[in-house]
Nanobody, 124 residues
Framework: QVQLVESGGGSVQAGGSLRLSCSASRSTRSYCMGWFRQAPGKEREMIAAIGSDGTTTYADSVKGRFTISEDNAKDTLYLDMTSLSTEDTGVYFC???????????????????WGRGTSVTVSS
């Protein structure tokens, strides 16, 4: 098992940037790690994932603006978000799947462990 705790959320104006962090209770090297977003009134959607080999996957809505990365020495996952828009508003969750790669892991049900989320509000 792994416990996950997100941080770094907050309020930002459109066009701004934020860095989210996800601190894990143990090494995440053997997990597929993902960031999900749940906008108000919408379902939770995967926006970025990174496999054990460093391969990354992004949703089209964030491609080119968001970057997922890991610091294995700190057991921490990051999400660097730039060019934020109001459509990026939501609660961001960190998740881990009991698999090495993230191929095909787009649904919440593909992930086994979750953080409680951190809220991001983008104002115009």
């Amino acid at each position: 098992q792994v416990q996950l705790v997100e941080s770094g959320g907050g309020s930002v104006q459109a066009g701004g940037s934020l860095r989210l962090s996800c601190s894990a209770s143990r090494s995440t090297r053997s997990y597929c790690m993902g960031w999900f977003r749940q906008a108000p009134g919408k379902e939770r959607e995967m926006i970025a994932a990174i496999g054990s080999d460093g391969t990354t996957t992004y949703a089209d809505s964030v491609k080119g603006r968001f970057t997922i990365s890991e610091d294995n020495a700190k057991d921490t996952l990051y999400l660097d978000m730039t060019s934020l828009s109001t459509e990026d508003t939501g609660v961001y969750f960190c998740a881990a799947a009991d698999r090495f790669d993230c191929v095909g892991s787009w649904e919440p049900g593909d992930y086994n462990y979750w953080g409680r989320g951190t809220s991001v509000t983008v104002s115009s």
